[in-house]
């Protein structure tokens, strides 16, 4: 009898010394309520992954000890990707996959009015047996969250309804008294419906920052939205460049996915090429960020007899991104003009789709880039110098970490 009583005394020992570890595994039990990022990194897009990036090194500087969760729609490459750049980073796809799997939305972003699927999801919030695959995710958002962080990036537009429909995340958190804080986003397009939602739910965001004059315009009358810069420069840039030595002199990174004609695309390249006296023998590079869209251009300049360096999306996320000063740039793409000019480059931007790109171009120009625009099949400008400050990057993270200040605090 005495032995069967100690045994059970050592087994009931043994259950609460377990009790007490899975205890001490809980995120909230050792450091608190956690932080909560929705973005879009994974896919891989190099803007994306930069911003996503910035915050989490933001946050292993100020807040090392907090969770965080990040909520995107590719968590495996993400995990990947961002791995180690804070120490308690956990990244899931709850609202992304509640976004995308319910019958408005069909699993397709472009499909589904926004007002529906964003219902669906204040509903599963409410009542996670309507997503009961995503429960464990759910009640994380309702017991182990301090505040709600919508980063910055063009992720959430009327393009893509389901995405945009993440912004009711902000609306449930309000509602449930957790700070809810979006900087940096590029919103636009916007039809009709989801202009409409967008304006009615913002007002319930403590902030709500725009990085694009276009954004703030059609949210006037919404509530509290700042025209900001963009969320890359959260650190000022500081770390994310690859090292200059061995740069080639001229950068080109142009996609093929938003032109009808993608021949008259890369034709204007090759003039612009011309003019700037350019040839087969100068050094060139080619820059990835988008990976299989943006390597059509490396192609045809081999075809044409250049010798280009190609920097695959690889090289920008691990080495960082190869913009040097003396260099002169051509891109369709946006956070390259950011970070090209804001090196101090000079270059040219070309505008694929104006009611997208056209915007975002706008937007680094107001940031301080003093680049040239060239429009497919016209005359070709020459270069324009990048930012005239050179500070700017360092007077833009004080901002953004100011404003984000309603949820992290000063730092």
Known sequence: MRIANARMD?????????????????????????????????????????????????????HPETPVFLDCTRPGPASVILRGLHPHCTIVDTISRITFENTYADGDISRGAVGDIAGFVHGVLENEGMAARYASGVHLLRDGVKGVHFLGGGYMNGKWTANLARLELGSWAHEHGITVLGTGAGIMPLTDDSLK?????????????????????????????????????????????????GLPEVMICVQSDLVDDADA?????????????????????????????????????????FSPVFFPTTFLLECGFPAREGQRWITTRYHPHILAAAKGCSGVYVCVNKEYYGVKHKAVTRMGSRWAESVIGESVPQPGEGFADLAAPAKFASQIREYASVLYGLS
Request: contains cysteine; negative net charge.
């Open 10 to 62: 050592a087994l009931e020992a043994e259950s609460h010394r377990n009790r007490a570890l899975l205890e001490s595994m809980k995120p909230d039990a050792v450091h608190g309520k956690a932080f909560y990022l929705v973005c879009e990194p994974g896919y891989p897009n190099y803007g994306d992954e930069l911003i996503a990036a910035e915050w989490l090194k933001y946050l292993a500087e100020t």
């Open 265 to 305: 695309l890369y034709n204007h390249i090759f003039a612009m090429l011309e003019a700037w006296n350019v040839g087969p023998q100068d050094s060139i590079g080619v820059v990835e960020c988008n990976p299989y869209l943006d390597r059509p251009i490396f192609d045809k300049m081999e075809e044409a007899g």
């Open 197 to 245: 939602y967008v304006r009615e739910t913002i007002p319930q965001f403590d902030r709500f920052s725009v990085r694009d004059e276009s954004s703030y315009e059609a949210l006037q009358g919404a509530g509290n939205v700042t025209l900001a810069p963009d969320d890359c420069f959260v650190n000022g840039l500081e770390g994310c460049y690859a090292p200059a030595e």
